[in-house]
């Protein structure tokens, strides 16, 4: 995505390093280079930070620890589920459709908030142990090899003409080449079970979840399929009003469960290795100096976009309206990128909010995989929501309860 950057009067300086914050004795995180100090006010209970490496799976690594968050607060127990099983099913399901729909949709590794708990209902679960998905020589997942070998047999399948009666078997082969036959039966702390009695015994009411989202295009409180690429489901989001949106995380928070985050993560303020994601307010020509407007003239397209990532402590940022999101979400400036896991509030040393959002792309970063989210990017780029339904304001729900 390409935007314009104007002025921010930032400093460009060399980034962190890479690894676990220090704090204090108060878990305070003790400021340096990045200029930020946090205080973590409220955070919902997780599994452990996982990392998809080369795999465009955020959205099965994300739907996953926050069905695993769920697990823990309603049940006291902490369970490792297997991505590469729901992302193998998901595959199948994406080829089929892919050949029924004469090549017509989006077949590729990404997918949205509504496919874990579609392929749970519908294959069953595993845990990690009994289906890592690692059949093909490396330590950490790398898919690169595996999409292009999927998406060039599908092409050549697909030829508008009659189907053989293979092609299925065919496809399952690479798949089964890559992740590894999926086993009838497995047996997990002493017992067998089979993919569907293990999802059973998670004791989990897939019902109880709901996905939200916030755009003008379509009628609050109503549900509607939402418009990106990797909702290759069709699968319904309900609309409700921005700051509705934002009282449903909220809520959800304070009461102890996490909520599952899709957003745009492509916005220069969004800082991933030195923790935060913002939404600078960008000075106009006519608001800068002479000197400044002077200075910003002779630095290069690149150098300008360094400076930009570049901040050093809280800015100010945006104001977010219901009008300003849907203008960059219709001028695709919001982008449906990144599925995560909001797991806290927090506040920085100026007393403003942020989210607390655990990430898939490993633990060797400032937070151990973990970055604070301002409210003004919150509003600005969360592209959907998956919350548990018990967690949504009264209000809100009873706008919105004849549809969930």
Known sequence: MKKSIKFLGLAVATLC??????????????????????????????????????????????GDTFLESEI??????????SEMYTVRMCYEEKALRFIRMYGQVNFSEGGGLLDVPYIIRKYGAMPEEAYPGMNYGEDSHDHSEMVAALTAYLKSVYRGKKL???WFEGFKGILDAYFGKVPETFTYNGKTYTPQSYAES???????????????????????????????????Y???QLDELK??????????????????VSEDGFNFRRGFALMPKEKTEAEMTEEERNEWAQISDGKRKEIAKDIKGPVEEIEV????????????????????????????????????????????????????????????????????????????????????
């Open 238 to 240: 309900m609309n409700v």
């Open 72 to 81: 823990i607060g309603s049940q006291n127990r902490e369970i490792d589920l």
């Open 247 to 264: 009282a449903v995380i909220d809520n959800s928070l304070n009461n102890g469960h996490a909520v599952l985050w899709a957003a745009d």
């Open 17 to 62: 390093s890479a690894g676990q914050a220090l704090a204090d004795d108060n878990g305070v995180v003790i400021p340096d280079s990045t200029g930020f100090k946090f205080t973590d006010v409220v955070v919902v209970k997780t599994t452990p930070v996982r990392d998809q490496n080369q795999s465009g799976t955020c959205w099965c690594f994300s």
């Open 321 to 404: 309206t219901q009008e300003s999101r849907q203008e960059m979400f219709d001028r695709q400036l919001t982008t449906d990128d990144h599925g995560m896991v909001i797991v806290g509030l927090a506040t920085d040393q100026n007393g403003k909010r942020y989210y607390k959002v655990q990430n898939s792309w490993n633990t060797n970063q400032l937070y151990g995989g973990f970055f604070y989210v301002s409210e003004s990017y919150l509003l600005a780029k969360t592209m959907s929501i998956m919350v548990n339904k018990s967690t949504i304001p009264a209000d809100i729900k009873s706008k919105i309860n004849m549809h969930i």
């Open 202 to 236: 998670l004791n989990l009411d897939l019902d109880n979840y709901v996905a939200l989202t916030s755009f003008t295009h379509h009628p609050f409180y109503q549900p509607f399929v939402l418009e990106v690429p990797d909702n290759w489901l069709f699968g319904l």
């Open 164 to 166: 053989s009666t293979a």
